[in-house]
């Protein structure tokens, strides 16, 4: 075939073998009712994965341009014209058309491989089943009479769970609220893309952290928002920074993770987030709290969040039970302005009718239970006990190799690679022994990162994990 693809175009390499090959039927060149060459057959002779022609065979196919058949191969159709045929869409143009953006493909090869393959997992953001209270979940869900109602609950979540949440923030997080600030969401996840779908607009411009977890999400690239950056060093960003870029820059809303940060594990100065606030208020900038980890500290001391420290209203904060009690629950919260909340409540019904009202009912009663405080002090005991055994792993493999902080809250290590390394084929080599993790690429703009998570693996797996990563990284040149 006398074809060969252009690499430096943005047309993806299966698009335009499509395109040429329905342009050689249109032509001639390509006969009705010919054969064309095998996928593997073609895929050897233009250089190309085999995975590539299927694509651009299937392209072709839902435009009723060829015909697949078991044991018989590929043919241009008789029927090009589709006056006998019948057509089915050409599902891959959909695909690429969506406004709403696919994750990264090494984030897709990420949660394939934790899905499908048994790995030490030093990637995923959960806890171990051993961390669940299930002692607890299942006493309540086997002992007490659920008393809920199993139709529509309220908009913004159940009456009950968000009084009780108006307790909890204030207990643990000295966060003042009512329930009519509250709004329950399917986590955090979702109440970040409600945010960003209700109160930003296309072209608008945000602030995120640089790395972050933010920074992985294609929602601001989907919503047409453009991100700027502010660096995290060991203490955090630098508030100064956020002045730079609302100036600049006329930042619409400022997205900050300053507890036990996200991959980093900094915690932000008290004195720097108090002077985020300053900021917020001098220029009237919002402030979006992402809250997942502020209750595991380690060493149990309560953590002021900006939230409990916004005196003007400027701070939406957004948190859940994902990272602190079970990931499968689904319950986190977003607290802000009454109307701003009934906003975002308004997007959700339009797209799920309310939060399940099972899952509510659990948490809330989780919640009240005086379970609840004892499990969160064995919680934070288990993750320092698996933080210590990772920087004491980091050390016996890799004290030559790479540099890190120490955290002292959440479940993230960050580390940098002190040499020049291909991530993704440090990745591939890491699979292949059984251990996967987080390029930090996928986290931030700088190379030579990695991303460790310690709480889905025990001490021993840990080691183990760490040890295979040494020996991946060795392996890399």
């Given at each position: 075939m006398d074809w060969k693809p252009d690499r430096k175009s943005k047309t993806p390499i299966?698009?335009?073998?499509?395109?040429?090959?329905?342009?050689?039927?249109?032509?001639?060149?390509?006969?009705?009712?010919?054969?064309?060459?095998?996928?593997?057959?073609?895929?050897?002779?233009?250089?190309?994965?085999?995975?590539?022609?299927?694509?651009?065979?299937?392209?072709?196919?839902?435009?009723?341009?060829?015909?697949?058949?078991?044991?018989?191969?590929?043919?241009?159709?008789?029927?090009?014209w589709g006056i006998t045929k019948k057509r089915i869409p050409?599902?891959?143009?959909?695909?690429?058309?969506?406004?709403?953006?696919?994750?990264?493909?090494?984030?897709?090869?990420i949660h394939k491989e934790m899905a499908e393959h048994k790995l030490i997992n030093l990637a995923s953001g959960e806890l171990s089943q051993d961390l669940f209270p299930l002692t607890s979940l299942r006493e309540i869900t086997s002992n007490r009479s659920f008393i809920g109602s199993l139709g529509y609950d309220h908009p913004q979540g159940n009456a009950i769970l968000r009084d009780t949440l108006t307790k909890h923030v204030k207990q643990y997080r000295e966060i003042e609220t009512d329930p009519s600030s509250i709004l329950v969401t399917s986590g955090a996840q979702q109440a970040l893309h409600l945010v960003v779908q209700c109160l930003l607009k296309p072209g608008d411009s945000v602030a995120i952290e640089n790395p972050s977890y933010h920074y992985n999400l294609p929602v601001f690239k989907s919503a047409g928002i453009k991100p700027y950056f502010l660096k995290v060093d060991n203490d955090g960003i630098n508030p100064e920074e956020i002045t730079a870029l609302y100036k600049k820059h006329r930042i619409k809303m400022i997205f900050l993770s300053p507890i036990f940060q996200n991959p980093t594990g900094t915690l932000l100065d008290l004195d720097k987030r108090?002077?985020?606030?300053?900021?917020?208020?001098?220029?009237?900038?919002?402030?979006?709290?992402?809250?997942?980890?502020?209750?595991?500290?380690?060493?149990?001391?309560?953590?002021?969040?900006?939230?409990?420290?916004?005196?003007?209203?400027?701070?939406?904060?957004?948190?859940?039970?994902?990272?602190?009690?079970?990931?499968?629950?689904?319950?986190?919260?977003?607290?802000?302005?009454?109307?701003?909340?009934?906003?975002?409540?308004?997007a959700k019904q339009q797209v799920d009718f309310g939060h399940a009202s099972y899952s509510q009912w659990v948490a809330n009663d989780f919640l009240e239970s005086c379970d609840f405080t004892s499990h969160i002090k064995g919680l934070a005991k288990q993750l320092e006990s698996r933080?210590?055994?990772?920087?004491?792993?980091?050390?016996?493999?890799?004290?030559?190799?790479?540099?890190?902080?120490?955290?002292?809250?959440?479940?993230?290590?960050?580390?940098?690679?002190?040499?020049?390394?291909?991530?993704?084929?440090?990745?591939?080599?890491?699979?292949?022994?059984?251990?996967?993790?987080?390029?930090?690429?996928?986290?931030?703009?700088e190379k030579g990162f990695v991303r460790f998570t310690f709480s889905r693996e025990n001490e021993g797996n840990i080691h183990e994990g760490i040890k295979r990563f040494a020996d991946a990284l060795l392996s890399v040149k």
């Open positions: 299966y698009k335009q073998l499509a395109i040429f090959i329905e342009n050689g039927i249109a032509d001639g060149t390509f006969p009705p009712d010919k054969p064309l060459p095998s996928e593997r057959g073609l895929a050897k002779e233009l250089g190309i994965n085999r995975s590539t022609i299927i694509a651009a065979y299937d392209e072709l196919e839902s435009n009723g341009l060829i015909n697949r058949n078991r044991g018989s191969g590929t043919t241009v159709s008789k029927d090009i050409s599902w891959n143009r959909y695909i690429e058309a969506g406004s709403f953006l696919p994750n990264l493909p090494v984030t897709q090869r108090k002077k985020v606030l300053e900021i917020s208020s001098e220029y009237g900038i919002p402030l979006v709290e992402d809250d997942p980890y502020s209750l595991t500290s380690f060493s149990g001391e309560k953590m002021k969040t900006l939230k409990s420290l916004d005196h003007n209203g400027n701070v939406l904060y957004i948190s859940s039970l994902t990272k602190i009690v079970a990931s499968g629950l689904r319950i986190g919260w977003i607290i802000g302005p009454r109307a701003v909340i009934e906003r975002l409540s308004d933080r210590n055994q990772i920087v004491v792993s980091l050390q016996s493999f890799l004290k030559e190799e790479v540099e890190f902080t120490i955290p002292n809250g959440g479940i993230h290590i960050w580390c940098r690679i002190k040499k020049a390394v291909n991530e993704i084929q440090l990745l591939e080599e890491s699979i292949k022994r059984g251990v996967i993790f987080v390029p930090g690429s996928t986290m931030g703009s």
